[in-house]
C-alpha cells in the first residue's frame, strides 16, 4: 500500500512563500499522476493542483493558477507545491493525492491515497 506524507507547511504572513513536500512509498509513483487538495474546517476538500506522471502536463485550481507550482521528481518519489503570493483564503490542511491512473483529476474521486495533510496559515 502506497503512504504519501506531506511536510513544509506552517505560518505564513499574506504576500510570502511557502513549499510543501510529499514522500511518496512504494515502487510505482511514476505510473500515476499526483495531485494536491486542501480543506478547511467545515468545507469541502479543493483542488489545488495536479500533475502528470511524467510531469509533462499540469493544471491548476483557478484561485492559484499564477501563484502556485507543482513538481514532482520520479526518481526520488516525491511531489512538492511551491506557493507564492500567499493569500489569507489559502489558509487550509493540504493534502498530498495519488490518483487511479496516469493523469490527474480535480475529483477527490479519483484518488486511490490521500497524505495525512499539512497545515498551511497565511496571516493578514
Request: charged letters at 15%; hydrophobic letters at 30%.
Amino acid at each position: 500500500q502506497v503512504q504519501l506524507v506531506e511536510s513544509g507547511g506552517g505560518l505564513v504572513q499574506a504576500g510570502g512563500s511557502l513549499r510543501l513536500f510529499c514522500a511518496a512509498s512504494g515502487r510505482t509513483f511514476g505510473n500515476y499522476g499526483m495531485a494536491w487538495f486542501r480543506q478547511a474546517p467545515g468545507k469541502d476538500r479543493e483542488f489545488v493542483a495536479g500533475i502528470s506522471r511524467d510531469g509533462s502536463l499540469s493544471g491548476y485550481g483557478g484561485s492559484v493558477k499564477g501563484r502556485f507550482t507543482i513538481s514532482r521528481v520520479n526518481v526520488k518519489n516525491t511531489l512538492s507545491l511551491q506557493m507564492n503570493s500567499l493569500k489569507p483564503e489559502d489558509t487550509g490542511i493540504y493534502f498530498c493525492a495519488q490518483s487511479r491512473n496516469t493523469g490527474y483529476s480535480s475529483s477527490t474521486s479519483a484518488i486511490e491515497y490521500w497524505g495525512r495533510g499539512t497545515q498551511v496559515t497565511v496571516s493578514t
